[in-house]
């Protein structure tokens, strides 16, 4: 009698059931490292975004309150010639300027800030006035000689990502003291 010889597996190779399988989760795996490798990088770039916006919108506020802290005062009035919500012009140092929102920059205009622009994407620039008591001024126009104070909030959206600053500053000239009423 002739024997066969028996074919015995040797632990060695894969089936094709189990190399399709182990495709297939690595597959898996893959998706989901993606996603969070997607979402990540996403959050760091609002992240980034929402930092230049905001150095932005610093550096735009600073320069605004130094402007506005040094309005000129005569008699204990503010030289303001035209205050409203969206701009301001007034006096510093005898030299008139101009603090304003146009579209989406905000500008600076007089002798000494030679038109210069402060902020871009801006979407939100207000300036809300206050008298000596902190009531908010209604109507500033008509009321120049009361302004004691300004607020300026300023908002910048860049691709999707939104920031908020908002300062408010004592008309340094009319601070108590200074002979203004």
Known sequence: MTSRPTTSRRGGGFTLVEAIASIVIIGIVGLVASRLVVTASGAIEGTARRAELSGMLN????????????????????VITSPSTSSISFTVGGSSRQLSHSG?????????????????????????YYDRDNATIAS???????????????????????????????IRSLSSGSGAS
């Open 59 to 78: 550096a735009a506020m600073e320069r605004a309150m130094i402007e506005l802290r040094n309005i000129d005062a005569t008699a204990g009035v503010p």
């Open 104 to 128: 989406t920059t905000v500008s600076l205009t007089g002798a000494a800030a030679s038109g210069a622009m402060m902020a871009t994407d801006v979407t939100t620039f207000t300036l809300t």
């Open 140 to 170: 500033p126009a008509a009321a120049i000689p009361s302004i004691r104070s300004i607020q300026l909030t300023m908002t910048a959206t860049r691709g999707g990502v939104s920031e908020t600053l908002r300062s408010r500053v004592f």
